[in-house]
């Protein structure tokens, strides 16, 4: 099975890239966002400006928050992921989201279910932004992403 492009596609880039650090979400309200953020997901957050922050959770990859003031409307197709330990930790999730949305302002929660080979649950912040809370093994995907090169 062929997991990337054919060996004659394979070339230098045309632009030198170290890794990917760092993605954009919007904020209709950056103080209630922060206090989501950290009070539900436990990240952590760094204030840029009365206008933006950063957020980061267990890893190098950041996000730029940036309060736009206007409702936005993420697709889930778009949405960010975040690992949990086990399938059980999704299901507690579940239920502290359940628990907390009005809260928090969290606008749509799906119940959890087996897809694309794991187990997890979606949920839309009070912004708008679709999220995946998802039981993976340690190193998630990256670790998968590895596998997956080495059998090419």
């Known amino acids: 099975m062929t997991h990337s492009l054919p060996e ?71 949405h960010n992921g975040i690992d949990v330990a086990s399938n059980e930790d999704v299901d507690q999730a579940y239920k502290t989201l359940d628990k907390v949305k009005e809260i928090y302002g969290i606008k749509r929660i799906k119940k959890p279910h087996r897809q694309h080979g794991v187990y997890s649950l979606y949920f839309q912040d009070l912004d708008g932004n679709w999220w995946e809370i998802v039981s993976n093994p340690p190193g998630g995907y990256s670790k998968m992403f590895e596998k997956l090169i080495k059998n090419d």
Request: with cysteine; net charge negative; charged share 30%.
């Open 8 to 78: 004659e596609k394979k070339k230098e880039p045309l632009i030198k890239i170290d890794f990917i650090s760092h993605g954009t979400l919007m904020s209709k309200d950056l103080k209630e966002t922060r206090r989501f953020y950290e009070d539900v997901l436990g990240f952590e957050v760094a204030e840029l400006s009365p206008m933006a922050m950063w957020i980061r959770c267990g890893g190098d990859h950041v996000y730029v928050v940036v309060e736009t003031g206007k409702d936005q409307e993420m697709a889930q197709l778009n």
